[in-house]
């Protein structure tokens, strides 16, 4: 009879596989397992991270990119120039679902295209004050970095479904005995692993003196 965590692990290889086939079925080992802390990363990859802290937010969502102005009269994106580092205007933590961002890097890739972050309400009009320039604000992103967190969910897996078969966690077909389950919730490696990949607390709060720190450039 087949075992779903090799399955797992063979999907997770193959780079053409969908990404989306691939988390239901992780979601499905976890949930038989009664492993509700990798079973809720998947839920928050499929829904978004809407509702969570930053500390909540897998490290590897966290994209940098360069901080562009709408010009209107030209109609496009033109680059600001930071006269001093400041990551809370070059670095967005994305909290996208799973499938908008790979909808997003399908249409960038197509059109060969950088990615546009637009910000907040409250952010833009910071920044409108700051450069004394009324406009949209946004960050620019290649699409690789859209790309590595696809990579990354899928090297988690691959990771994960390793570990439980390294503890002797196999499954039979779309089963698990007693015996798995009990390994599975009692051996740290397994109902801790998601504890790898979150980032600590780094809250930071946007410098007033940014107004003196940027240029528009033409």
């Known amino acids: ?22 988390l239901r079925k992780a979601y499905l080992v976890a949930k038989k397992l ?9 839920t928050n990859e499929f829904n978004g991270y809407e ?15 360069e901080l562009k102005a709408w010009r209107p009269s030209r109609q496009k994106w033109v680059s600001v120039i930071l006269t001093e580092e400041n990551d809370d205007l070059t670095t967005h933590t994305t909290i ?10 399908e249409n960038a890739t197509n059109r060969n295209k950088n990615v546009i972050f637009e910000f907040s309400a409250d952010l833009n009009n910071f920044l409108s004050k700051s450069t004394k320039f ?51 919730n009692n051996t ?8 790898n990949f979150y980032a600590p607390v780094n809250e930071t709060q946007i410098q007033q003196d940014t107004k003196k720190s940027s240029q528009i450039r033409n």
């Open 1 to 22: 009879m087949s075992k779903i965590v090799i399955e797992l692990q063979q999907d997770a290889l193959k780079s053409n596989f969908d990404i989306m086939c691939l």
């Open 34 to 42: 009664k492993l509700k802390e990798f079973e809720e990363w998947i």
């Open 51 to 65: 509702d969570k802290e930053k500390n909540q937010i897998p490290k590897y969502r966290l994209l940098r990119g």
């Open 96 to 105: 996208d679902s799973i499938a908008n961002l790979l909808n997003v890097y």
């Open 134 to 184: 009324n406009t949209k604000f946004a960050l620019e992103i290649g699409t690789n970095q859209i790309y590595n967190i696809i990579e990354n969910i899928r090297m988690i897996i691959l990771d994960w479904s390793i570990t439980l078969e390294m503890n002797g966690i196999l499954g039979d077909e779309l089963h698990f005995n007693d015996t798995e389950k009990d390994i599975a």
């Open 188 to 195: 740290p490696i397994i109902n801790k692993y998601i504890n």
